[in-house]
């Protein structure tokens, strides 16, 4: 079957650095999504990996490895705004997105 | 980034009769459109893909007869509700891909009320 797995939630501080893991299994690869999500808004799309590595993005970073199929976003310089969902999503190989659960980002003062 | 617009990000409607959200592509054409639908505290759940001009592809458990799909231009599909129901309230969100794209990119969204 195909899955993606990422925390359902994570606690950090204002200020400071966060790192959202994503791992998937899914029959074919096209590319990987990360995307913010507030309460009651569409999502709003931060990354696009399709190659191994790094991706950068003002305070946003996404990796990717697709041997261990493993991805991060990387959020520094944490603001209370940042506190919403974020949700990994992988292209299949026959081209549909197929979704994370989300996690769900509490920024602390 | 392109944009895709939704319409309406709002509606309300009574038990029984029908709705319609409209997904247009501003800037691009879409040959691709995806439907989802969001239930309170969970992920997203993909409801249909449609191709231009092809017949859209419901996901298991996604009732074809109630929820309508029609992707009759390259930027404009449309999802029609039928005979709402009270527990069809929710949250629907279109998003759209052209020829050369891997990057779907997302409407605004709408929130289905029936009361």
New interface residues.
Partial sequence: GQNIDQPTEMTATEGAIVQINCTYQTSGFNGLFWYQQHAGEAPTFLSYNVLDGLEEKGRFSSFLSRSKGYSYLLLKELQMKDSASYLCAVIGGNYQLIWGAGTKLIIKP | ?AVVS?HPSRVICKSGTSVKIECRSLDFQAT?M?WYRQFPK???M?MA?SNEGSKATYEQGVEKDKFLINHASLTLSTLTVTSAHPEDSS?Y?C?ARGTSD????????T?LTVV
């Fill in positions: 980034g939704q691709t995806f969970k992920s997203l993909l893909t949250f969100i998003s891997t990057e779907a990119f997302f409407g605004q969204g929130r």
